[in-house]
Nanobody, 124 residues
Framework: VQLQASGGGLVQAGGSLRLSCAAS????????MGWFRRAPGRERELVAA????????YYTDSVKGRFTISKDNALNTGYLQMNSLKPEDTAVYYC??????????????????WGQGTQVTVSS
């Protein structure tokens, strides 16, 4: 499956952005989806993940209550709604997909397919 992320940009602290991840070349409901980010000088981290059906989600503590992950299997698209953005959210964000029938579920960092990154910059 090929993934195309979009929606990044420059926003002031407290603002919102919605990232999208368009999938092609596969049946989207066969995949879990995750959003990762890498900030300068830091390791890549899993920000949010959603299982193949959309029925279960995971968020890292720093974004709980501010970010919402979703996926629309009919449209082959996933989303990350980011509200109340903070300067520390500044990073390159990547969407990723993991086959649903692999051991480890959807909260692992071991994803199989990756989109290109999209830059999110939050100014103070």
């Amino acid at each position: 499956v090929q993934l195309q992320a979009s929606g990044g940009g420059l926003v002031q602290a407290g603002g919102s952005l919605r990232l999208s991840c368009a999938a092609s070349g596969g049946t989207f409901n066969n995949y879990h989806m995750g959003w990762f980010r890498r900030a300068p000088g830091r390791e890549r981290e899993l920000v949010a993940a959603i299982n193949w059906s959309g029925g279960s989600t995971y968020y890292t503590d720093s974004v709980k209550g501010r970010f919402t992950i979703s996926k629309d299997n009919a449209l082959n698209t996933g989303y990350l709604q980011m509200n109340s953005l903070k300067p520390e959210d500044t990073a390159v964000y990547y969407c990723a997909a993991r086959r649903r029938n692999t051991i480890g579920g959807f909260t692992t960092t071991q994803y199989d397919y990756w989109g290109q990154g999209t830059q999110v910059t939050v100014s103070s």
